[in-house]
């Protein structure tokens, strides 16, 4: 069964908008809470005004997801097939060339620039507290046992915290989010050189990375979403620096 969800658009206002969700719980309330996630994020989201100022967006985004905690919990709290069911969720919220990314577990986002991919979220999970303590090793991040153990997540509690960072995106640099189904089984490297692969579309840079999980022995959900800069918007910047 598939408990994740994504969701990517522009929207009417010129937003670009993608939202990615990794649920978990027992029998089909991982994919109840994935999907309540998107679902209600897309419909917060898509109908914001034109021209907001940055701190707006990031603003409209922190509520979106903070909405989503409640309907997910309030939606366990009262249907006993989806008691504690959660989610993961990383969103990117695009106005031109910058915008805000939140998220809350491992779901990531990559910034990948020149065939490099940079992570810009920090999981969420028990293994990398343990590394940010001086605990366990980078290598022992990478495989441990119990990587999978998130420290915090969607839906799960009445209240919760989503962490923001500020995005900025330029014409040869794309943007990636994805679950952990891609990330624990492809190596940063290798996210940056497919998905920088700028002779390629986005749709067969996506295909490639899947294939390339699978083939790494990846028995997980795997959900991938990849933006990158229209040549009019590229074109825009460039003559709005000029001026």
Request: proline fraction near 0%.
């Amino acid at each position: 069964m598939n408990e994740d969800s994504v969701s990517v658009c522009k929207t009417d206002s010129g937003y670009m908008l993608g939202i990615l969700a990794d649920g978990m719980g027992g029998h089909q309330a991982g994919e109840k809470a994935s999907q309540l996630a998107v679902d209600t994020v897309l419909a917060d989201l898509s109908v914001l005004e034109k021209g907001m100022s940055s701190e707006g967006l990031q603003a409209a985004l922190s509520d979106a997801i903070l909405h989503a905690n409640d309907v997910i919990h309030f939606e366990a709290a009262n249907n006993e097939k989806y008691l504690n069911m959660g989610t993961t969720i990383v969103a990117i919220l695009i106005d031109g060339t910058s915008g805000w990314i939140g998220h809350i577990g491992d779901s990531r986002a990559y910034k990948v620039s020149e065939g490099k991919a940079i992570q810009l979220t920090e999981d969420h999970t028990l293994v990398n507290e343990l590394y940010k303590n001086g605990q366990i090793t980078e290598f022992e991040l990478e495989s441990h046992p119990r990587r999978n153990v998130l420290t915090r997540a969607l839906g799960t509690d009445i209240e919760v915290s989503a962490e923001f960072d500020h995005v900025t995106l330029a014409g040869q640099e794309v943007l990636l989010l994805c679950s952990d189904g891609l990330s624990n089984m492809v190596s940063s490297q290798h996210l940056g050189q497919i998905a920088g692969m700028q002779e390629v579309t986005l749709e067969d840079r996506a295909n490639r990375l899947l294939q390339l999980a699978l083939l790494a022995g990846g028995d997980d959900n795997i959900t991938i979403a990849l933006f990158e800069l229209q040549d009019e918007v590229v074109e825009a910047s460039i003559k709005e620096w000029d001026s």
